[in-house]
């Protein structure tokens, strides 16, 4: 169990903000709000899965919208700044993720409204037996790529934020 130390080490400052005190990221600021590679969304806290690619739709609000979820989500009824909403928090380490509203498209009529900031993403191209994980090259273009970090460097980082 990591401490609250290790995740102000580890954690962005607005990863940290949104999952352990429940705040939102700016609108149409997140990496993973015009994402639509194919692959998993994990907890940026413990891990665990939560939504998958095939589930995501462009929903234009400005976070990444789900019509479903694909892990372990719990529900909280929020009525924070006089709403009435539906927090949703990854069940297995209770960080904070988004708010889940109706007026998300048919099958569930659901959006899952979450912050890219609670989410790692994992590309879905597999090498090595499943030992290295792959995201598309377009998220590192737009990252380390354009800051001049040599290929090795990226490479490097890539792995890091996968956390193999
Ligand atoms: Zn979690």
């Known amino acids: 169990m990591e401490t609250d130390e290790d995740l102000k080490a580890r954690l962005t400052r607005m990863q940290y903000k949104v999952t352990q005190e429940g705040g939102t990221e700016p609108p149409f600021s997140g990496k993973y709000d015009s994402h639509f590679e194919k692959g998993i969304y994990n907890c940026i806290i413990c891990g665990s ?74 590309g879905s191209k597999v090498k090595n037996g499943g030992k290295f994980k792959t995201v598309k090259p377009n998220d590192a273009v737009k990252g380390p790529a354009s800051r001049g970090f040599s290929t090795l460097q990226r490479s490097f980082m890539l792995l890091r934020r996968i956390r193999v």
């Open 49 to 122: 899965l939560l939504f998958k690619s095939e589930h995501k739709y462009e929903c234009g609000c400005g976070w990444p919208g789900f019509w479903e979820k694909d892990g372990d989500i719990k529900f909280i009824k929020d009525y924070s700044f006089g709403m009435a909403r539906t927090e949703v928090q990854c069940n297995k380490c209770n960080s904070h993720l988004g708010h889940v509203f109706n007026d998300g498209p048919e099958p569930t009529g659901l959006r899952y409204c979450i912050n890219s900031a609670s989410l790692n993403f994992v």
